[in-house]
């Protein structure tokens, strides 16, 4: 089993920053994949980015690339999501999710091959 704990979500005017944290606990040495997703009101819950375990390859959807930075704490065991330049469609409850069966990375963008989820935490930009 996998824990996860998502935190830093918050309320950011448009153009500030972010950085949220998902904290894995359990059985990492399970995990293949830590990846953020969100989902906006009202909208279905869409990819983020991905950070393999080992923190050797990230990948981020192409909306969010250039702003977002997925990276990983191996001390604390925690995956962490840079967000710069946010804006008003960035609002969303953004969470993490662990995969513990080896994919392609471009996989990592479909949510059925996650096993594990967290709450979420809530990201609201103002304009």
Not at 31 to 53: C, D, M, N
Not at 78 to 96: E, G, K, R
């Amino acid at each position: 089993q996998v824990q996860l704990v998502e935190s830093g979500g918050g309320l950011v005017q448009a153009g500030g920053s972010l950085r949220l944290s998902c904290a894995a606990s359990g059985r990492t040495s399970s995990i293949y994949y830590v990846s953020w997703f969100r989902q906006a009101p009202g909208k279905e819950r869409e990819f983020v980015a991905t950070l393999s375990w080992s923190g050797a390859r990230a990948l981020y959807a192409e909306s969010d690339q250039g702003r977002f930075t997925i990276s990983k704490d191996n001390v604390k065991n925690t995956i962490n999501l840079q967000m710069n330049s946010l804006n008003p469609d960035d609002t969303a409850v953004y969470y993490c999710a662990a995969e513990t069966d080896w994919n392609y990375i471009e996989s990592m963008r479909l949510q059925h091959f996650y096993d594990y989820w967290g709450q979420g935490t809530q990201v609201t930009v103002s304009s």
